[in-house]
């Protein structure tokens, strides 16, 4: 029998019973739970679990229903998305001000090159409006005068909008946990830096101000800790002795787009599996399809560490008289 995977998601105030109750009504229907996800962050509590409905006795609408009246129950909030669900269709922008990675990804669905639609775009600013209706997309700003967004507002438009994914395309907001525990695995950013390095705002300033010779951007999957999601592209340039943060971010901008569009493709491609905060192509999948990092790139090839060869090489009838190289010494058991 072919198994059939389905995810059920439960987000709200962390409260004793709720796995309980959820894994119970499964139980009850006939469903085999294969792997289960919990976590609390901030007193917000979120559940994930795939299971295999393939032998549930009972239909899809009738568990959803069953799932959604224990939901109100609990007062928590539940999405099941079955097996048909789960090709991402529609994909919700989050934008700030700056309009290059928004025009990218607008472009590309205009020209037919991503496999989904871009539903909605929603901005902390009202800026990129123009842009979007352009492109006949509706455009929301749930941003107050200071720019502090709804996000009571922000879950209903994603939801309103049936979005798959989210796309953060220069959102200089940071989602708090009832936003990203609803969209595990479903929300990506780009940031402005070759991740793990410099984190958080003004990551031009910080190359600069260290003094690299490379800088990059990083395309990322979005979790509850602040630029350190799973990395799934990133790019990189050089950095001149006297650019300034303003060339820096000139460079990196183009880049920027490049990498969170290509993210995108892959993760519509389901092309990448997120495993214990890494990302990895899936069998099957062609690495020459994408680019991820530099690409075709000459690199040295020589010298390389090979004390076997080098001793083999070496003066000497059995090679004693060559010098060794320096190790770490064994590590001795104590008590």
Not at 9 to 24: E, P, Q, S
Request: glycine content about 6%; hydrophobic content about 40%; proline content about 5%.
């Amino acid at each position: 029998m072919t198994r059939e995977y389905t995810e059920v998601t439960v987000v709200g105030d962390d409260k004793t019973g709720i796995v309980a109750r959820f894994t119970t009504l499964l139980f009850e229907r006939g469903v085999n739970i294969e792997d289960i996800d919990q976590a609390v962050r901030d007193g917000v509590f979120r559940m994930t679990l795939h299971a295999d409905t393939s032998g549930m006795v009972c239909t899809e609408a009738t568990l959803r229903d069953a799932l959604t009246a224990l939901a109100d129950e609990m007062d928590v909030d539940v999405q099941a998305r079955f097996p048909a669900d789960r090709e991402t269709k529609r994909i919700a922008v989050l934008a700030t001000k700056e309009s290059h990675c928004l025009a990218a990804l607008l472009d590309a669905w205009a020209a037919d090159d991503l496999d989904a639609e871009v539903g909605v775009v929603v901005a902390n600013h009202d800026d990129l409006r123009p842009l979007a209706e352009r492109h006949g997309v509706p455009f929301h700003d749930i941003g107050d005068e200071k720019g502090s967004p709804d996000e009571t507002e922000l879950l209903r438009l994603l939801d309103e909008y049936d979005a798959d994914l989210v796309v953060l395309a220069r959102y200089m907001r940071i989602l708090s946990p009832n936003v990203v525990f609803r969209y595990e695995d479903r929300i990506i950013n780009v940031h402005p830096s070759l991740l793990p390095s410099f984190p958080g705002a003004a990551s031009y300033r910080q190359a600069k101000e260290a003094g690299v010779r490379i800088a990059g951007v990083t395309a990322h999957y979005v979790t509850t800790d602040l630029d350190q999601g799973p990395i799934i592209t990133q790019r990189a340039f050089d950095v001149p002795d006297d650019a300034s943060v303003e060339e820096l971010r000139a460079r990196g901008q183009p880049l920027e787009a490049e990498a969170l569009l290509e993210a995108v493709r892959l993760h519509l491609d389901d092309a990448v599996t997120v495993h214990r905060g890494r990302t990895s192509l899936r069998d099957g999948v062609d690495p020459d399809d994408y680019r991820l990092g530099l690409g075709d790139v000459d690199t040295p090839d020589r010298p390389v560490d090979d004390l076997a060869g080098a001793v083999a090489a070496a003066p000497g009838d059995d090679g004693t008289d060559s010098e060794e190289a320096e190790t770490e010494p064994e590590a001795t058991p104590t008590d």
